[in-house]
């Protein structure tokens, strides 16, 4: 099986709230627990994906990001990397989307 892209992603946001553990073991982790509802082909193929995605598509999942991304500069955990996150935020805030199609 190839690597999981959204998987490999919430490790990293597991292994930033929980450092203890390498990125990698979380992601073992996640296989596990996602081994009876594992995700869709496109989450799995990540970046692919996104390219292959309409303009309004790839619209509401920036947004969904943003949100994401708020809800962790938000949560108590991650307060050390907060100034990044905001960084993130604002990077991400300014990307346009590319209207090909």
Request: charged residues 40%; negative net charge.
């Amino acid at each position: 099986m190839a690597a999981c892209e959204k998987c490999w992603a919430d490790a990293f946001h597991r292994w930033m709230c929980n450092p203890y553990k390498s990125q990698a073991e979380h992601y073992k982790d996640l296989l596990e627990e996602r081994k009876d509802n594992p995700c869709s082909e496109e989450e799995q193929r990540g970046k692919e994906y996104i390219m292959e995605l309409t303009y309004s598509q790839r619209k509401r999942l920036k947004q969904k990001i943003e949100l994401d991304l708020e809800e962790l500069i938000d949560s108590s955990c991650l307060c050390h990397e907060k100034e990044k996150l905001e960084n993130i935020l604002e990077m991400l805030r300014d990307i346009e989307l590319y209207c090909g199609n």
